[in-house]
Each structure stands twice: as C-alpha cells, then as structure tokens.
C-alpha cells in the first residue's frame, strides 16, 4: 500500500538512537524528507550519514528541545531547506527514577520541559506552518505509563499530561486540516538502551519481568513503534486523531 508520505517533510526529535532512529528510516524509506534532531551531536551525524547513504535526504541540527528558543531555530531552518513541515514528530523525552521525595521543584520543571514543554513549543511552530500547507499531522510519543500508573512519578505525570495536550489539540486544530495522536510505547529494547543496559546487569529481573509483564515473551522493539508512525502519518489515516495509540504487546492494563 502506498502511505502518500514520499516526498512529505518530516521532523523527528530525539532522532540519533531508539525509537527516533527507527522512525527516521522507516520514514526515509517512504520517501518522506527529514528533518532530525538529538542533543548529541556525534551520533546525530552518524544518523545523519547513513540515511543520506540510505538515499535519504536529510537536515540534523543537534538541539535540546527542551530550550524553546532553539527548537524554533531548527523548525526554521527546516522551512528555509524544505519550504513546509508536514509531519512533527515529538520523540525526545526521558525519566528521573528518583520517588517523589526527592524531586525539587527543579528536577520536576526538567521533567516537564523534557516531556510535555518541548512538545507544546514545537507543535505551535509547526502548526502554523502546515496550517500554510492546508494541514499536516502531529504525533506525540507517549508511553502506557501516561495512559495508566506506573513508571517514575515525574515521568507518569509529564507523560499524562501530553496525552491530555493530544486530545485537546486534535480538537482545536482539526478546522486546520491538522491531525494530533499519540503513541504510548510499552517497553522497548534496543542497543544501547536503558532495558538492554538493566538485563545486563540483572539477568534474573530480566526472566522476572518478562515472564509477568509480557503475555508476548518479549519486550518491544523499536521498528514496530516506527510502523505505528508511519501510519499516523499517513494521509490515509485521515479520520484517526485525538488518538492514544498502545504499542506494548499487551502490557499495559488500562481498558481505554
């Protein structure tokens, strides 16, 4: 089937490893152009290279999204190569393992602005870009940990409220032509992940955790995250929006 995304721009954050690198060459492989980021700057390039050897073609600006002002820089330079953005991916996020007692106010502002903040600033950029092309698509990676409890408290919180920030998005900007959804990941395991570094140093948690939270046997990987992606973005699934979408292999346990 064809997806309608080749030639389309595509921004993907946190694009250098994981879940974003997965995403930036499914992507590449629709034809679609990129546009990624990542706060690491080597392995940026490194992603960078191979897609371009992938015959993709591509711009990477190493960024922290969670600074608003250089995340507008990137969404700029991505128009001035480009001309449009008509796909925003909101990949870049993370989690402080620390309880609740011992986050200050500034560890839960760092959550937020990795989590919730960095998306709210690059959407309204990006909105108002494919509002010029007569639409486009958002999708924000969530996690089931945003849909029900679990996970670190700070990371449950700032994870909730996306999936909050999804649905009234797709509501206000859906006279544009512009479609928000989310996609909540179980756990995923790749090279040089946080789940492939755990296992390593605990095999016996590793045989534990599967064997109670995965009906499947296994943990996620990140190509089939990219899949979902693909088909939120594309054209196709043009009535899907406001959605939170679970790819976890039935681990998660909310009903909704």
């Known amino acids: 089937m064809d997806l309608k995304l080749n030639g389309k721009v595509v921004m993907i954050t946190g694009a250098s490893k994981g879940l974003g690198r997965a995403m930036a060459e499914a992507f590449a492989a629709e034809g679609a152009r990129l546009s990624i980021c990542a706060r690491g700057a080597d392995a940026l390039s490194e992603a960078e290279k191979q897609l371009r050897a992938a015959g993709a073609e591509v711009v990477a600006q190493a960024v922290d999204v969670a600074d608003a002002t250089a995340a507008a820089k990137w969404v700029g330079t991505t128009v001035e190569r480009f001309g449009a953005v008509d796909v925003l991916i909101n990949n870049a996020g993370g989690a402080d393992p620390r309880p609740f007692a011992a986050l200050d106010e500034k560890a839960w502002q760092a959550a937020f602005d990795q989590n919730f ?8 950029a990006c909105a108002a870009e494919m509002q010029k092309r007569g639409g486009g698509a958002i999708i924000n990676i969530s996690s089931i940990y945003g849909r029900e409890a679990g996970g670190p408290v700070s990371y449950n919180a700032s ?14 900007l859906a006279p544009h032509q512009i479609r928000v959804n989310a996609i909540a990941p179980g756990s995923i395991i790749y090279p040089g992940g946080v789940w492939e570094a755990v296992f ?6 590793e045989k534990d955790f599967i064997a109670h939270e995965f009906p499947w046997g296994r943990l996620g990987r990140p190509e089939e995250v990219a899949f979902a992606a693909l088909m939120l973005a594309s054209p196709r699934a043009s009535w899907i929006t406001g959605a939170c979408v679970p790819v976890d292999g039935a681990q998660g346990r909310s009903n909704i």
């Open 117 to 124: 903040f960095s998306a709210v600033s690059l959407a309204r």
């Open 159 to 172: 994870k909730a409220a996306l999936n909050s920030l999804t649905k009234m998005l797709a509501r206000e």
């Open 200 to 205: 390593k140093q605990n095999p016996a948690f």
